[in-house]
């Protein structure tokens, strides 16, 4: 009888919060992100983009057996699900990345988690355009984007960790970003910053010369949906030999390539 209440309670609770969100509340980016992540649930995808690059499952990229630690679990509005963050970090492990490179900090709750993960002599290097520069970036900068680059902090979830240590933040626009003290020196790049076509082939050129003797493994996020990032994705499957063997990983927004 008890737990019957309870749901009760939680299924009245959730009512009055969806009818909210529903309503006024759908003014506030979060909510609207939630709400697409309802529809894509129950399988409406008005208008989703070609899917050319073929999928996989993660057990089939990187073994279950795998060990790691996950922290920060609690998501926001920006960041990747918890499957995906999983998923980056057995990516991660799997490479034994000593040195990795992420595209795009955000509040760092991914370079966290890569750091947590790293070898002990690890290093990570993340970038991220400060909302300053915003308005004069190389190149364009959706609407989508936007709010993720229009913050106070960037990397704020490793701020005063213990692997704040390891971890250099960066700062810059990556399409003119001087990348060249990293090329020939990665082992992981997490590619997942500005979401425009140009900027997705831009930020995968310079992760390809990061690449230690052109050897390791790129992430790229938030494939799948009608953007930039998409299409390019699409056309380096498509038209670029070296990425023939990238896939999608099933249940996530992640293509993955290994480079050897």
């Known amino acids: 009888m008890r737990s019957l209440l309870l749901f009760f309670l939680i299924f009245v609770y959730s009512a009055v919060a969806c009818l909210y969100m529903f309503t006024i509340g759908i003014f506030a980016p979060k909510h609207r992100a939630f709400i697409r992540r309802i529809s894509d649930y129950f399988g409406f995808r ?22 790691f630690r996950i922290l920060e679990s609690e998501s926001v509005d920006g960041n990747v699900t918890l499957f995906e963050l999983m998923a ?6 799997a490479n034994a990345s000593q040195a990795i490179f992420e595209i795009g900090t955000f509040d ?48 704020a979830r490793f701020v005063g960790t213990e692997y704040e240590h390891i971890i250099t933040q960066l700062y810059g626009d990556s399409a003119v970003f001087d990348f060249s003290n990293y090329f020939n020196n990665i082992d992981f790049v997490f590619v997942d910053g ?21 050897k ?25 030999a070296r990425f023939k063997n990238i896939k999608r990983i099933n249940g996530t927004s992640l293509v993955v390539g290994f480079f050897s």
């Open 88 to 93: 980056l970090v057995k990516l991660s492990i």
């Open 194 to 214: 500005a979401h425009t076509y140009d900027y997705l082939m831009s930020d995968t050129d310079r992760a390809i010369k990061m690449l230690r003797s052109g």
């Open 46 to 67: 008005p208008g989703a983009p070609d899917l050319s690059i073929p999928s996989a499952s993660l057990s089939s990229i990187a073994r279950d057996d795998i060990s």
């Open 108 to 155: 760092g709750r991914t370079t966290l988690n890569l750091a947590a993960n790293a070898p002990s002599d690890g290093e990570v290097f993340t970038l991220d355009l400060p909302r300053e520069n915003m308005g004069n970036a190389q190149g364009t900068i959706s609407r989508a984007d936007r709010p993720y680059i229009n913050k106070k902090t960037s990397g």
């Open 216 to 240: 390791g493994v790129i992430a790229w996020h938030d494939y799948g949906r009608d953007n930039g990032a998409t299409r390019a994705l699409n056309d380096l499957f498509n038209n670029d």
